[in-house]
């Protein structure tokens, strides 16, 4: 499981560098900050709604 556990930081780091890279291209041509909801058509909590609920208030909009 070492292996793996590795895997996951290599992962954790490679994600946070893209998301790093995509905050600021985005910051640089929007000139907004980073994140903004009122940038978003819909923004959902997954956490709080669980994934099937998502999924089910997306296809939702987009069918509607």
Do not use: H
């Amino acid at each position: 499981l070492p292996a793996l556990k590795s895997t996951k930081k290599n992962a954790k780091e490679m994600i946070q560098k893209i998301d790093k890279k995509r905050k600021s291209y985005y910051q640089f041509y929007v000139d907004d900050r980073w994140g903004n909801a009122d940038r978003y058509d819909l923004c959902l909590n997954s956490g709080t709604l669980g994934i099937e609920r998502c999924a089910k208030l997306i296809v939702d909009a987009v069918t509607k």
